[in-house]
């Protein structure tokens, strides 16, 4: 029997990670998209440590590589908890009441 190359394996996980991620985010309904920005957040927050530890990496041997996916990893997981938050504030605005102006009193002149 022959193995699989560990590169085509991992790629088919990511491949698959990816139409896994993509039918759960559009099949939630609109009450959990808050609480699920919530943890992608948290998520995201993880990744931006990762990052700092990648790009603070002072390697001999490949070191420019992993300082530039750190980076790339830090920027990209703060644009996403910054649309993260836009996205859950908007979200909650939808919920609040909206105040109705107060009537006009008559003016006596």
Same mark, same amino acid.
């Not at 609109?30 to 700092?52: D, K, Q």
């Not at 644009?79 to 938050?85: A, D, E, S, Y």
């Given at each position: 029997?022959?193995?699989?190359?560990?590169?085509? +394996?991992?790629?088919?996980? +990511?491949?698959?990670?990816? +139409?896994?991620?993509?039918?759960?985010?559009?099949?939630?309904?609109?009450?959990?998209?808050?609480?699920? #920005?919530?943890?992608?957040?948290?998520?995201?927050?993880?990744?931006?440590?990762?990052?700092?530890? !990648?790009?603070?990496?002072?390697?001999?041997?490949?070191?420019?590589?992993?300082?530039?996916?750190?980076?790339?990893?830090?920027?990209? !997981?703060?644009?996403?908890?910054?649309?993260?938050?836009?996205?859950?504030?908007? #979200?909650?605005?939808?919920?609040?009441?909206?105040?109705?102006?107060?009537?006009?009193?008559? !003016?006596?002149?």
């Amino acid at each position: 029997m022959e193995h699989v190359d560990p590169t085509v +394996f991992r790629l088919a996980i +990511f491949v698959l990670a990816i +139409f896994v991620g993509y039918y759960v985010v559009w099949s939630v309904t609109p009450a959990l998209h808050t609480p699920l #920005m919530a943890v992608t957040n948290a998520i995201s927050s993880v990744i931006i440590v990762g990052g700092l530890i !990648a790009a603070a990496a002072a390697s001999s041997d490949g070191g420019w590589v992993a300082k530039a996916a750190g980076v790339a990893a830090v920027t990209l !997981a703060s644009v996403n908890i910054f649309g993260g938050f836009m996205v859950t504030r908007r #979200m909650l605005a939808m919920y609040k009441k909206k105040e109705r102006p107060k009537p006009a009193a008559d !003016a006596k002149a």
